[in-house]
Nanobody, 124 residues
Framework: QVQLVESGGGLVQAGGSLRLSCAAS????????LGWFRQAPGKEREFVAT????????YYADSVKGRFTISRDNAKNTVYLQMNSLKPEDTAVYFC?????????????????WGQGTQVTVSS
């Protein structure tokens, strides 16, 4: 069983930056593919970014490419999402997710473990 706890959300002005963190339990963290998803009010949850287990390749949604960076620190069992040039449309609850598989996984149904979410609000 893997437990995920997100932190780092908050209120920021458009153009600003935030870094989200997600701390995970588990002894084989480096093998897990980790993802970030988000859900805006009245919308379905959508894929944001993923970092593949072992090889640490990354993949992003077009809407955040060039602005967001996903990374991981296996020694700390933590995955990060650095968000720059934030826009009001980035406002959402952000969730981290994990699965013990290797691949560029973009579907929420492909992940087995989820955090509770952290709110990001970008004001215009």
């Amino acid at each position: 069983q893997v437990q995920l706890v997100e932190s780092g959300g908050g209120l920021v002005q458009a153009g600003g930056s935030l870094r989200l963190s997600c701390a995970a339990s588990g002894r084989t963290f480096s093998r897990y593919t980790l993802g970030w998803f988000r859900q805006a009010p009245g919308k379905e949850r959508e894929f944001v970014a993923t970092i593949i287990g072992i090889m640490s390749g990354t993949y992003y949604a077009d809407s955040v490419k060039g602005r967001f960076t996903i990374s991981r620190d296996n020694a700390k069992n933590t995955v990060y999402l650095q968000m720059n040039s934030l826009k009001p449309e980035d406002t959402a609850v952000y969730f981290c997710a994990a699965v013990n598989r290797v691949g560029a996984l973009t579907g929420e149904n492909e992940y087995d473990y989820w955090g509770q979410g952290t709110q990001v609000t970008v004001s215009s």
